[in-house]
């Protein structure tokens, strides 16, 4: 059952994948549409009256990639909405309780914000500033449309290609091992 934002003292991103393992993708006739483009229609599933990310015989999704200990994802410059946006829910009534724990109000609108619990990037407690006044106005706009580019609620990637040594590779921060 997902829980007010309010419980949710910060969250990031920790590439785990398990979002792109769990759970159905749904798509959005246009995100549908630019993917089938770019990819071809066998990578996506049709319903009767929706579209999803299709998935590999494990049940994860298509575009899930392991990059030594981080999971990413392939499909970065067109992501779908619900990929953004998870482990959030931005909705216009309070479906899961809670209304004054899940209200948030940004500009003149009151949107109600959950956040699903499974997901271990959450850092549960009194949200902080950043949470509060940055991620969350950011995940709303992605929601209303009024925002593409993901900063605050997106990967910190720590695997960045570097030139160690004459090589490219990348450094892994914990142990300081070069990759190519």
């Known amino acids: 059952m997902p829980i007010p934002w309010r419980y949710v003292e910060s969250w990031n991103c920790v590439a785990c994948g398990m979002c792109c393992k769990d759970y159905r993708v749904v798509l959005g006739f246009n ?5 089938i483009r770019k990819y071809g229609i066998g990578v996506t ?3 009767i009256s929706r579209f999803y990310l299709g ?3 494990d049940g994860t999704c298509l575009f899930l990639t392991k990059l030594y200990d981080t999971w ?3 499909l970065q410059n ?3 909405k619900a990929c953004k946006l998870w482990p959030f829910k931005i909705l ?8 004054i724990e899940a209200s948030y109000k940004y500009k003149d609108r009151k949107f109600f914000i959950y956040v699903d619990p499974t997901c271990i990037g959450i850092r549960w407690g009194q949200p902080t500033q950043v949470f509060t006044y940055r991620v969350v106005p950011e995940l ?5 449309g009024l925002h593409q580019k993901q900063y605050y609620s997106t990967a910190r990637i720590s695997h960045r290609p570097q030139w ?4 490219k590779g990348f450094l892994h921060r914990r142990n300081h091992s070069v990759f190519e």
């Open 78 to 80: 067109m992501k779908p």
């Open 45 to 47: 599933q049709p319903s």
């Open 31 to 35: 995100e549908w549409v630019d993917i």
């Open 72 to 74: 990413l994802c392939g």
């Open 164 to 167: 160690i040594n004459g090589r």
């Open 140 to 144: 709303i706009e992605i929601a209303l």
């Open 55 to 57: 998935k590999k015989g």
């Open 92 to 99: 216009s009534r309070p479906k899961f309780g809670r209304p």
